[in-house]
């Protein structure tokens, strides 16, 4: 049966995420030491660019739907990924690179699909879309990154100062869940189709796990 309100869709959201999650051959190298540390370089300058481009994405669709509760909300965002950015700074300064390595730095295509979407709904698509494919994504993306800081901290004795970037998303904002609720449920109540916002989710995930085979290379 079709989702009518805002917690059926997040719920309906959540189970296709995890129904369609697959093992992360990345991470379990990661965690076996069997990455090489030159691979860690494409991780942190994939994130580079990702984290940008969010950043702008989340102020975009702020601008684009000010009002509550997506204004706050998609702002609230933006200055996460700004926060960010700094951290990442820790974790690229312990690889040895440069603000000019990064800018250098080569994005593979397929790692970027997921940003690339992110800037494609909050540009054409609803607050609705983005913010339940943030929402229904969360959990895996941050139980990822905690094992990524565990891994780097275990496995090839990062500080963790260096691993601050990722312990920031291992872990939701408080009220996050409430405050993206709120977004989808303001967006069907004003008539957006259920199963956009439903399909920008599972796009979301799909891009996302390209992200992480991207990573694990030939």
Same mark, same amino acid.
């Given at each position: 049966?079709?989702?009518?309100?805002?917690?059926?869709? $997040?719920?309906?959201?959540?189970?296709?995420? !995890? #129904? =369609?999650?697959?093992?992360?051959?990345? +991470?379990?190298? &990661? @965690?076996?030491?069997?990455?090489?540390?030159?691979?860690?370089?494409?991780?942190?300058?994939?994130?580079?660019?990702?984290?940008?481009?969010?950043?702008?994405?989340?102020?975009?669709?702020?601008?684009?739907?000010?009002?509550?509760?997506?204004?706050?909300?998609?702002?609230?965002?933006?200055?996460?990924?700004?926060?960010?950015?700094?951290?990442?700074?820790?974790?690229?300064?312990?690889?040895?690179?440069?603000?000019?390595?990064?800018?250098?730095?080569?994005?593979?295509?397929?790692?970027?699909?997921?940003?690339?979407? $992110?800037?494609?709904?909050?540009?054409?698509? !609803? #607050? =609705?879309?983005?913010?339940?494919?943030? +929402?229904?994504? &969360? @959990?895996?993306?941050?139980?990822?990154?905690?094992?990524?800081?565990?891994?780097?901290?275990?496995?090839?004795?990062?500080?963790?100062?260096?691993?601050?970037?990722?312990?920031?998303?291992?872990?939701?904002?408080?009220?996050?869940?409430?405050?993206?609720?709120?977004?989808?449920?303001?967006?069907?109540?004003?008539?957006?189709?259920?199963?956009?916002?439903?399909?920008?989710?599972?796009?979301?995930?799909?891009?996302?796990?390209?992200?992480?085979?991207?990573?694990?290379?030939?």
């Amino acid at each position: 049966m079709p989702a009518r309100t805002a917690a059926e869709l $997040v719920k309906r959201a959540r189970d296709e995420v !995890t #129904a =369609a999650a697959t093992p992360n051959l990345f +991470l379990d190298r &990661l @965690e076996t030491g069997d990455v090489p540390r030159g691979r860690l370089v494409w991780l942190a300058g994939e994130e580079y660019h990702i984290v940008g481009s969010d950043r702008r994405s989340f102020a975009l669709l702020a601008s684009r739907y000010p009002e509550p509760p997506a204004g706050d909300f998609f702002l609230e965002l933006a200055q996460g990924e700004g926060q960010a950015l700094g951290l990442l700074q820790d974790f690229t300064a312990a690889l040895g690179l440069s603000e000019e390595d990064l800018k250098r730095y080569e994005p593979r295509p397929l790692a970027q699909a997921y940003p690339a979407y $992110v800037a494609q709904r909050a540009a054409f698509g !609803t #607050a =609705a879309e983005v913010a339940l494919a943030m +929402l229904a994504n &969360l @959990e895996e993306w941050g139980t990822y990154c905690a094992r990524v800081a565990e891994a780097l901290r275990s496995q090839y004795g990062f500080s963790e100062e260096a691993v601050g970037f990722f312990r920031f998303f291992s872990e939701s904002p408080p009220g996050f869940a409430d405050r993206a609720t709120a977004v989808v449920a303001a967006g069907l109540e004003s008539g957006d189709d259920p199963e956009s916002i439903f399909r920008a989710a599972r796009m979301l995930h799909a891009y996302e796990t390209e992200f992480w085979n991207s990573l694990v290379g030939k």
